[in-house]
């Protein structure tokens, strides 16, 4: 196993980020320091950092029902309830992905997996995260292009990426961002204070059946979802079938051969194209004579 995959695997952070570790000289295995990024890991080698020795740990995936209340944190000075509060005091070490203020609710993912908090917080992989938001007066529909074209905030440029009017003051909304508190200050940018938010989406995953303080186990599938970007599928377009949101639409070849002129609505009550026009349309067409046929041509031999 690589060096910067076994210190992931003993949670000290993603693959990428433990490199910093190698390069500033205080990771050893079996005594020497190591500062070569591409170091394979034996069985039986020795591996510390600083003084401490490191071992990979059990690797935990899960999602929780983050309840209004609960501080994202693993302590405060003030000794409010946090998110660890509700996890198992038996498993190894587990970070948040993100973050969900103290008045807010909905899914959260809980991991040691350094690749798997890397997929979900890069800014290159935009992870789809969905919102349910109850302002405190109707939404204004000529605040929508506003909010999806982007403004400043603090914290950076923000910008959502749909917005559906479930209600007069309910929002469904879709972030691919990550600045703290961005609906907030986005719907109060545009005049709105924000109820109650809760995020009932994140890539596939979606709230379901659990209830406030609980968690569940990923699937190995789940996971795989979340490290790929994977967004659920939905309809492309009004009535249309349903495509995977994170798959391009593919488009349709263009046929070969002749082609045919599109039909005119107006076509459909049209005169054959052998009767004469006039202002008696109900008279029966003309019966063809010989002159009407067509004449064969014939090409002369050279």
Not at 51 to 72: D, M, N, T, Y
Not at 141 to 166: D, N, S, T, V, Y
Not at 229 to 240: H, I, K, L
């Amino acid at each position: 196993m690589r060096l910067n995959r076994y210190l992931a695997s003993c949670g000290l952070g993603s693959r990428r980020s433990v490199e910093t570790l190698i390069k500033e000289g205080r990771v050893k295995i079996n005594g020497r320091i190591i500062d070569d990024l591409g170091t394979l890991v034996a069985p039986g080698d020795v591996v510390k950092v600083g003084s401490k020795i490191v071992q990979p740990e059990e690797i935990i995936h899960a999602v929780l029902f983050k309840p209004r209340g609960f501080l994202c944190t693993a302590s405060d000075e003030r000794a409010r309830r946090t998110i660890f509060d509700l996890l198992p005091e038996d498993w190894p070490r587990v970070y948040h992905v993100g973050r969900l203020d103290m008045e807010s609710d909905g899914l959260l993912i809980v991991t040691n997996d350094g690749d798997l908090s890397l997929s979900l917080t890069h800014p290159g992989f935009k992870i789809e995260k969905e919102y349910e938001v109850v302002i405190d007066k109707p939404f204004n529909p000529e605040h929508r292009e506003k909010l999806l074209r982007g403004f400043q905030i603090e914290g950076g440029r923000a910008k959502m990426e749909e917005i559906e009017l479930l209600a007069p003051n309910k929002l469904q909304i879709i972030l691919t961002q990550g600045i703290k508190r961005q609906i907030r200050l986005m719907l109060y940018e545009c005049g709105y204070e924000v109820e109650s938010l809760r995020r009932v989406r994140i890539g596939t995953l979606r709230i379901e059946k659990l209830r406030a303080g609980m968690w569940r186990m990923l699937s190995p599938k789940d996971v795989a979802d979340l490290k790929a970007g994977r967004s659920p599928r939905r309809r492309s377009v009004e009535n249309g079938p349903e495509t995977d949101a994170s798959t391009p639409i593919r488009s349709i070849p263009p046929a070969t051969g002749r082609t045919m002129r599109p039909r005119r609505a107006s076509d459909a009550h049209a005169e054959p194209s052998h009767t004469k026009a006039g202002p008696d349309q109900s008279r029966a067409p003309r019966p063809r004579t010989e002159s009407d046929r067509p004449q064969r041509r014939f090409r002369r031999d050279a």
